[in-house]
Every structure is written in structure tokens, then in C-alpha cells.
């Protein structure tokens, strides 16, 4: 099986049993009928899963087993066009992980400024830059 051309990373079966889903490395997901392999929708990107999900009531707050949230993650990894999509559902940037990491921290970390503007007012986030040695320009 492989989900839009990339190798499958995750696998995860509808609770009913009909539907399997498989993640690839490059962000895709497909979504196959169990019992005969049809596929039934084909999600290229990650904003439009994020879409998805957040149009279908996703909880955009939902915390992981190390109580990091899809905002966390997202800043992590990047995704501006879905962290923004997390906001403007109400995603609350201001919580923290077991490890003590915010949307923020990760955003800085990895350098990902748009992000990090976005889940801070403006002042605060001169005042991160600053002190995390990041050139905000």
C-alpha cells in the first residue's frame, strides 16, 4: 500500500472496521475501503487534513500522551498555513508539554518566525526573539 507515492508511515482502521487509512512520509493520506481496497479519498496536503478535521468538530486542543498540542506540533514542524487554521478555531497557543515547550518555543527553535508571530501579541514576541538570539527581520 502506499499513500500518494510515498512510503506509508502510519496505518489506522475506521472503528467500524470499513475504512482504512495510510499516512506516507510526505504528508498524504489515503483513505481505502477495507474490504475491497477502493480508494475512497486521496488528502495531498496537511492544511487540507487539518481542514478536515477542524470542519468535523476536531477538538483543536487535544493533547498527546507528553501533553503537547497540534499548534505544538505544527509549530514544530513548520506548517504555517495549518497553524493558522488552528487559531482561527480557537487553538489556545499558551499551554505547555511535560517537557516545558509552548507553540512558541518550538516556532523559535526551529526558526519558524511566522508561526511564532502569530501564537504571541507583537511585543512579546520581540522580547523571544531577543532573548533566544533571532533575527526578526
Excluded at 472496521?17 to 479519498?41: M, P, R
Excluded at 488528502?43 to 505544538?72: C, K, W, Y
Aim: overall charge negative; hydrophobic content about 45%.
Amino acid at each position: 500500500v502506499l499513500a500518494l507515492g510515498g512510503s506509508v508511515r502510519s496505518l489506522a482502521w475506521s472503528p467500524d472496521g470499513l475504512l482504512l487509512a495510510a499516512a506516507s512520509q510526505s504528508g498524504g493520506v489515503t483513505i481505502y475501503d477495507a474490504t475491497t481496497g477502493a480508494v475512497k479519498h486521496a488528502l495531498a496536503g496537511h492544511a487540507e487534513i487539518a481542514r478536515l478535521l477542524i470542519d468535523r468538530g476536531a477538538d483543536v486542543d487535544v493533547r498527546t500522551p507528553n501533553d503537547s498540542t497540534a499548534l505544538m506540533m505544527t509549530a514544530r514542524e513548520g506548517h504555517e498555513t495549518v497553524a493558522r487554521q488552528l487559531i482561527e478555531a480557537g487553538a489556545d497557543p499558551r499551554p505547555v508539554n511535560d517537557w516545558g515547550d509552548s507553540a512558541l518555543t518550538w516556532a523559535m527553535r526551529y526558526k519558524h518566525l511566522g508561526i511564532a508571530k502569530m501564537v504571541v501579541p507583537p511585543a512579546e514576541f520581540a522580547q523571544a526573539s531577543a532573548s533566544a538570539g533571532t533575527n526578526t527581520r
